[in-house]
């Protein structure tokens, strides 16, 4: 469904598209996480002014076969399809092995490839799906022309209008591959590798950062599990293992050379998203050292099973959402074994809740000094605040309504900007009254400039992106 909403925001000119899980059953069979729902993809058009408003299902061979066959098919984060015999899960066990048991069920983000094509991700290298940003219909599924294999990489790759990087984690060897891929190519390349340094396994690694000349390799002790991974029934932490005695470790690799030029231990972390990384140099211009930003939950695996539907649908009033901060990685390159992990600010700055972070996109792996992200305003059981993070003066700016769930803001920056924080911040926001609004705050002082209300209330979604208008 469409609709026309008038916005007084007539500089922005494009598509906003937003990626996330939005159906969480099957019929009368409900899902239990909410990493399981099935991708809907929501498209904000702002055209002088006015703002044109739709969303769709992504067609994944996961969706379609669960509504044809009204059942559960494929292997979700939590959910696994009910084998009905022996010999059933015996060739259950197999088609794992092969990745064909794993959903395709791109719910998690969406980036624009620099030749313009759109790409809906998740964490399965096969949930890989183009779709069409102007009907939001499923194209089809992207196909990686290597041979690289391979069944899971992070669900974040780096995406900029000359190339796409991601790690390719390996269970078998435990390590993780880092590839790039040109814009307007399917084909990955193999940068380099690195060998995990601890544990069982590789760290989970649901996104990286980078700077310009190097890629970090985060190495988390929250690391994927095999056994996990066959398990029909959801173990406390779905298909990964918390191994804080193994260590926690980031690796830096050499874009150009794939060489390792450190690998430091660190102390435990536990992340989904990396917020920017860039190069501290001395005052002769020497690379010293590498900053990370992350949105860090103090070490601490809980929010995992806070983010079960239940917990999500039964707030009453307590305040159960596990602490967060910006932890900041400083890994440095003159051999030491070592590195730290410091809160950037006070996480009362941001109420202590902290994820879902964005940035000006022009400062992807350069000193940069602000941050966008989901906070909390006490008491909550999920992110609650939009906030605007100043690195430097180590303040935030919050933006509240008493019950409403902001997804993401994402920053979009005005063309022609030269500040870093001129531009405009997009969230799709769900309101205590379960009506929906897209809002539009001024990426500077963080007031708003606009909000659309929607026909429908939407649900929670993750990740966007931006589409510009296309120079006619
Ligand atoms: C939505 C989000 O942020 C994360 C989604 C993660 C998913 C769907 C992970 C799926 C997986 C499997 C189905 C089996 C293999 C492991 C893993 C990648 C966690
Ligand atoms: C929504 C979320 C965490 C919220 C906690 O504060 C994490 C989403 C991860 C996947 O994209
Ligand atoms: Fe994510």
Partial sequence: MNIFGVLACDRLNGTYLRNGPGQWNIEDYNFRHLFDGYATIVRLHFDNGRLLFGHRQIESEAYKAAMKHKRLCFREFSEAPKPDSFLAYVGELASLFSGASLTDNAN???????????????????????????????????????????????????????????????????????????????????????????????????????????????????????????????????KFEWHPDSGGYVHVMCRASGKIVASVEVPPYVTFHFINAYEEQDEDGRVTAIIAD????????????????????????????????????????????VGELEAALDPDEHGKGMDMSSINPAYLGKKYRYAYACGAQRPCNFPNTLTKIDLVKRKAKNWHNEGAVPSEPFFVARPGATEEDDGVVISIVSAANGEGYALVLDGSTFEEIARAKFPYGLPYGLHGCWVPKKAS
């Fill in 108 to 238: 998690t983000g969406v980036v624009k490839l620099g030749d313009g094509r759109v790409v809906c991700l998740t964490e399965t290298i096969k949930g890989s799906i183009q779709i069409d940003p102007d009907t939001l219909d499923t194209i089809g599924k992207f196909e990686y022309t290597d041979n690289l294999g391979g069944l899971i990489h992070s669900a974040h790759p780096i995406v900029t209008d000359s190339e796409f990087l991601t790690l390719l984690p390996d269970l078998v060897r435990p390590g993780y591959t880092v590839v790039r891929m040109a814009a307007g190519s399917n084909e990955r390349k193999v940068i380099g590798r690195v060998n995990c340094r601890g544990g069982p396994a590789p760290g989970w690694v649901h996104s990286f950062p980078v700077t310009e000349h190097y890629v970090v390799v985060p190495e988390m002790p929250l690391r994927y599990c095999a056994q996990n991974l066959l398990k029909a029934e959801p173990t406390p932490l779905y």
């Fill in 294 to 337: 992350c949105c860090e939950h103090n070490a601490d695996t809980t929010i995992l099973e806070k983010l079960r539907l239940q917990n999500l649908r039964s707030f009453a009033g307590h305040d159960v959402l596990p602490d967060a901060r910006v932890g900041r990685f400083r890994i440095p390159l003159d051999g030491s074994p």
